[in-house]
């Protein structure tokens, strides 16, 4: 059973605990040099009401890391978009993983 999403918002930063099919706690690839050699979780999908900016907000790093990190929406890609050191396939901003119903 899917958690419903939590959404918070803290003067004019809107944050949601779901975006594009996935949930907090989900694994995601992040499309850069030194991120793509790391694993990484999604925690938020956060936007400014006031600049119309989204990002998203990742914790993870290299082995043993937890580290809490905030990366533009299309560098976010799903877990099954790492082929080798490469990233395939249109990011989660492109191409949401939504349920078919």
Do not use: C
């Not at 900016?53 to 790492?82: C, L, M, N, T």
């Amino acid at each position: 059973m899917k958690k419903r999403p939590v959404v918070t918002r803290q003067g004019h930063l809107i944050r949601s605990t779901t975006w594009a099919g996935l949930s907090t706690g989900e694994a995601v690839v992040i499309d850069g040099a030194k991120e793509r050699r790391q694993s990484w979780v999604f925690v938020a999908h956060v936007t400014n009401s006031q600049t119309g900016d989204e990002w998203v907000e990742v914790r993870g790093g290299r082995r043993g890391e937890a580290k809490g990190r905030s990366f533009r929406i299309d560098q976010v890609y799903p877990s099954s978009a790492k082929k080798g050191s490469r990233v395939v396939g249109p990011s989660l901003a492109d191409a949401p993983q939504l349920p078919l119903f």
